[in-house]
């Protein structure tokens, strides 16, 4: 196994940061998938610890060596790309066996690593055919087996499951698991999918722009984002966040942002009475009912989704501030009126000029 270290790394391209400082460790045998939307630097961080892009400052230490100016060939690191790049003129089991044979790898250890991967993927129907007769998803699933057969220490994947039809998703999913576990090696996948990220990591890094926005077990992530970005992109659909303000009232601090009014004792909350804030709740955390409940607000149905499980509600408050809500199939009826009501344990608040998280729970 083999523990990875970024220390302030940087990258830039024609003038344009794409990685900015970057301080990132990743334990030795750990799974560490990297999300952030298109443009954020997934790519970009898995090539530079790859050896494939050019890093402008700061160090890659790869074990106890650093490796920031070591040529990709000598860092015993895998990468699965986007495109699954193939040998177009090999079978599939040629390219599966290809980096083994480079290495002159015993043609009796070649056979049983190629057997192994084959027999985990079920790809044996697949061996004798080339790249160009499989399909996208077949491509990608053949990529991911070859890089296991190379048994590197590190294994980078960029989108390796894009491509893979849903249903067969989880399988690859579940053996890639299995796979990295019993032969110890250290995972970093990047991706924008989010259910991947919950189910394959130990920990997750939001990236925004380059810049390290989070990084923790996806179960922290999802109940206590760090900024506003990560609540808004971290959830299917994202949190609600709302424009309000802290007053004061009876003697206690009220959050008020449009459709609701929450009164805390919380110190935090407290020494910013007259000032902004976003109020964030998660869709699943809202519950409407028939009548008003208390101080907040009716809120309209105006569109309704099915989704199986639950049924997804936009909702709009008379001011035209637009909402959603997860909610137990039937739901209310189009053009219903409904108040929300949520527990203050469930809402989050936000600086709006820094996106920091101010309080969780108020």
């Known amino acids: 196994m083999t523990s990875i270290a970024l220390s302030e790394l ?50 890659i230490h790869l074990g106890d060596r650093d490796v920031t100016a070591t040529p990709p060939r000598d860092r015993h690191v895998a990468l699965v790309d986007q495109r699954a790049s193939l040998q177009p003129h090999l079978s599939v089991e040629e390219n599966l066996s290809f980096a083994l044979r480079l290495r002159h790898t015993p043609r009796e250890e070649v056979q049983q690593r190629v057997e192994a991967e084959t027999r985990a993927f079920s790809l044996r129907s697949l061996l ?5 007769t499989l399909s996208a998803g077949e491509r990608h699933e053949v990529a991911v087996a ?14 390796p499951l894009a491509r893979i039809d ?26 924008n999918d989010q259910r991947v990220a919950m189910t394959l990591a130990h920990r997750i890094a939001v990236l925004d722009g380059g810049v390290l926005a989070q990084i923790g077990p996806p179960a922290e992530l999802y109940a206590e984002p760090a900024t506003t970005f990560v609540a808004g992109f971290l959830g299917s659909p ?22 609701f009014s929450q009164t805390t004792w919380d110190t935090d909350v407290s020494r910013r009475v007259g000032e902004p804030v976003v109020l964030g709740v998660r869709p699943e955390h809202l519950q409407l009912h028939p009548r008003s409940q208390g101080p907040n607000e009716r809120l309209r149905v105006v569109h309704r989704e099915f989704m199986g499980a639950q049924v997804m509600l936009h909702l709009r408050a008379p001011t035209g501030r637009k909402l959603i809500a997860m909610v137990d199939p039937p739901g209310p009826e189009l053009d219903r009126s409904v108040w929300p009501v949520v527990d203050p344990h469930r809402l989050h608040l936000f600086d709006p000029l820094s996106g920091r998280r101010i309080a969780t729970g108020i």
């Open 10 to 59: 940087t990258v830039s391209r024609d003038e344009q940061r794409l990685l900015g400082q970057l301080d990132l460790t990743i334990a030795s045998g750990e799974r560490l998938v990297v999300l952030g939307p298109s443009g954020s630097g997934k790519t970009t961080l898995l090539r530079a610890i790859a050896g494939l892009e050019t890093v402008s400052s700061g160090q």
């Open 128 to 132: 004798p055919r080339r790249p160009r």
């Open 146 to 159: 070859r890089s296991l057969v190379r048994r590197a220490s590190v294994l980078l994947m960029d989108e």
């Open 166 to 191: 849903p249903v067969r998703r989880s399988d690859v999913v579940r053996e890639l698991v299995r796979m990295q576990e019993g032969y110890d090696i250290t995972l970093v996948v990047a991706t």
């Open 238 to 259: 994202p949190m609600n966040l709302l424009d309000g303000i802290v007053t004061r009232t009876d003697g206690r601090a009220t959050v008020r942002a449009e459709p």
